[in-house]
Every structure is written in C-alpha cells, then in structure tokens.
C-alpha cells in the first residue's frame, strides 16, 4: 500500500494514526477561550490526551518528524502552544557546538589585523558568518530574540564572549533580567501550590518569546480530579512575564457537570497584603467550602475575611460570585472550637495547625470526647455564614454531637444485646439442646 503520508512507515504500521488523526480533527482547539465549563474540561481533556499520544511517537524512530507533521496539520495558529519534546533542534545550536567557548574570543580589528594564515583566516570569517546569523535571528522578533538569548545563555555566558554581548545584540542586561523573571515565576507557582514541575515547561514558553502562553496542571484530591490552564503574558513593549490567572475546572459528586472558576493572581506591589488563592484552595471553594485570607480593597484598605463562592449567583464573566464574611460579620473561628469537646484543641500546636487547616478551607479529621468519655473521629469545616462549624461522620454524612452520642449508645445496646442472645451457648459448648435453643434465640433477637 502507497504511504501518502509524510510519516516513516514504522510508525504507520505500529501507531493508529488514522485514529490519532482523526481525534486531532475533531479536537476543540480553542478550548480555553470557552464559557462553558463542560465544553473547556472536554476540550481539556481531548487535547491532553492527543499531546500524550503525540509523546508516545516522537520516542519512536523517526517520531519526532511524524509528530511534528500531524501537530503542524490539524494544530491551528494561536491556539494551543506546541510541547517541548515537538521542538526541532536548532541550526545555530548545532554551529555553537562546534566551537570551544572556553577559550574562543572575537575582537573583529585585532583578529582582522592578527589573522595571517589561511586556517586563522577561515576561522575569523566562520565566527562572522555565524555572529551575523545570531543577529538576524535576534532581530526577527521576539521569539528569535528569545531563542539567541537561551543560546547566548548556554554557550557564551561566563565564558570570554560575554563582554561582548552588549556590543554586538546590545543586550547588557537580558539574561539576568529573564532569569529573575523566571526565578520569580517559579517560586509564584510554587507558593501558589502548583508545584516544582512546571520549571522546565515555563522556562521553554519565557523562551519562545510569545506576548502570552498557557501551562497547564491537573491534580487529583482523593475522588475528585481538578485541571488549572494557568495564563502568562507580557506587554508589547515589555521582556517581564506575569502570571495573571488560572482556570481551575472541577470534576466530583457534588455537581452533575464540571464547574469552573477563575482565580486572579495579585502582581500589584502596592498590594503585597492581597493573598492569593492557591490550588488547594481553589479545589476547597468550587467544593462548597469556606477560605480565610487577607484581602486588600481597590482604594488599599486591608481587611481579613472568609470568602466562598455563591453557586446560585455568577458574574457577566462566567465566574460565581464571591459570598465574603468580614471580622465584623462576627465568626469566631477559636471561640467556636472552644464549644466543641475536640481533643486536638487542648494541645496548643495542634490547635494551631487545626485553625491553619479550617482556613485554609480543608475539611479537617478531628477526635470528638463523649459524654461517656468514648472517643469517636470526625471531619469538621468552617461554616462561616452561619457562624459555626460543619460536623460529617466516617462516611462523609452531616451530623452533630447530639448524633453521635445516641449512636455511641445504640451501638453499646446493640453490643450488649449481642452478648445476651449469645450467653446460652457457653452452658452447651457440646451441642445438643441447648445450641438449638440459642440459635432459635438468635433468629429472635436479629428478627427484632
């Protein structure tokens, strides 16, 4: 059979690709721009799952062509950024390579004037022929300008070529200014809860130069499963990223369908009190939980307030309107602690760390003392609104203190029923008519 493809034949025989293809066609490439909360996590998903299909080829032979192929075929211009392991190595990076940067050095009128010999002279011409490749490149745009200063990083930066940089692409300061810019987004996303994972991804899309990129994550907690399209841009006039906001969509019980919210992130330095939603947080307001943070108003006053979201309420954006409860609303998160018999609260380190947990809006394990001195587990969460807290049993279901004290004691009677119905087997250990009548008895007790 005639392959009509620009795809090794390997891979054709080893790989659905008329499969992939397919799926890749009916993709919704501009997901992210949706609304709709089911058709952003279906998009979501679709294309995480064509980029791993799309990984799994480029480790094969040749795969790293095939793949590239089929992203430039069905992959719109503007829509999702390409992976790393699609990126095609560089013409300049391979001529970089051939040269030892440890002792190389090019001063065009000492070497011009120095440069005798044929080897020196053909030399000092293929130093320039590449030079001049590096500056067209570097004055192409952004995302060539970006790809010389990842080269200039690698091969001349503490090596004698980097006084030199300021001279020939007139960029003193741009490697140290991207990396803190990239130092600074890392530790972003790790304080907001997104992890260490994404460096070597970030540090790619800063890279590329584009005004703006998306990076994507998805976590599982327990039974639910989130997925964050975490967004960066820069102005047009600018070389600083600033990540902005994340789309976090949230897939559990509690909604038939997938919800979303939008969570901003805070680059105004007038307002470093303003915290961010992290992740975690994130995940606990779309589950119907409380957060307390430490929030600025847009004239600068600083407040503290516990924020949940209103499911029954969105804004002109898509997004739930925000439900918060000031200090003066009037709950008192340790007072309200302090009426519940928890066990935890009467050692001051714990306490502390079980107020961090409920403000953080976790839903917390706690030991619960009875009246009968018994002691039974419980999950508790902040109920701002109505000034309390929410208490659930082993199974998640709502209950209170009266609940469990009359389900200690149900189950104590249903123990000591259990002993009774089954003393008469101790008198017959042999059988006979004293096992029948304890069976009987049994059967008596379970019909009750």
Do not use: C
Request: proline share 3%; net charge negative; no cysteine.
């Amino acid at each position: 059979m005639e392959n009509n493809y620009p795809i090794p034949r390997n891979i054709l025989d080893g790989y659905d690709i008329a499969g992939l293809m397919t799926k890749m066609a009916k993709a919704d490439w501009y997901y992210d721009y949706s609304d709709d909360p089911q058709a952003w996590y279906r998009g979501s998903m679709t294309v995480k799952e064509v980029v791993e299909e799309l990984e799994q080829i480029s480790k094969m032979n040749n795969g790293v062509t095939a793949a590239n192929y089929l992203w430039e075929a069905y992959v719109p211009i503007h829509s999702v950024g390409k992976p790393d392991f699609l990126q095609v190595a560089d013409e300049l990076e391979d001529q970089l390579k051939l040269v030892d940067w440890t002792n190389a050095f090019y001063d065009p009128l000492h070497d011009t004037i120095e440069a005798s010999t044929r080897e020196e002279k053909d030399d000092l011409a293929n130093m320039e022929d590449l030079i001049k490749s590096l500056q067209d490149r570097y004055n192409s745009g952004a995302s060539g300008k970006a790809k010389v200063e990842e080269l200039l990083q690698k091969y001349w930066k503490d090596n004698p070529m980097e006084q030199q940089i300021e001279h020939l692409f007139n960029s003193k300061s741009a490697f140290n200014m991207n990396e803190k810019n990239y130092d600074y987004l890392s530790k972003q996303l790790l304080f907001t809860g997104f992890g260490e994972g994404h460096q070597a991804e970030l540090k790619a899309k800063m890279q590329e130069g584009k005004n703006e990129f998306v990076l994507f994550h998805q976590q599982d907690f327990g039974k639910d499963n989130v997925v964050a399209s975490l967004q960066f841009n820069k102005p047009e006039d600018g070389d600083r990223y600033f990540f902005n906001r994340y789309n976090l969509i949230l897939k559990n019980d509690l909604h038939a369908d997938p919800i979303k919210q939008t969570f901003y992130i805070n680059n105004d330095m007038k307002k470093k009190e303003h915290e961010d939603i992290t992740l975690k947080e994130g995940y606990n307001l779309l589950s119907g939980r409380a957060v307390n943070k430490n929030l600025v108003t847009k004239e600068g006053e600083k407040y503290n307030a516990w924020v949940q979201l209103d499911f029954k309420a969105t804004d002109k954006h898509g997004n739930f309107e925000e439900k918060k409860f000031h200090e003066k609303y009037g709950f008192d998160l340790p007072a309200t602690l302090a009426k519940l018999p928890i066990k935890e609260i009467q050692d001051e380190k714990q306490a502390e760390r079980l107020m961090e947990s409920l403000q953080r809006g976790n839903r917390q394990s706690v030991t619960i003392q009875l009246p009968d001195n018994r002691e039974t587990k419980v999950f508790i969460e902040a109920a701002p609104q109505f000034k309390s807290l929410n208490l659930y049993d082993a199974n998640m279901k709502r209950t209170n203190l009266q609940a469990l004290s009359e389900g200690q004691k149900e189950g104590q009677s249903e123990k000591q029923g259990a002993k009774q119905s089954q003393g008469p087997a101790a008198d017959g250990e042999d059988g006979g008519p004293e096992k029948k009548v304890t069976n009987k008895r049994r059967r008596q007790s379970q019909g009750l």
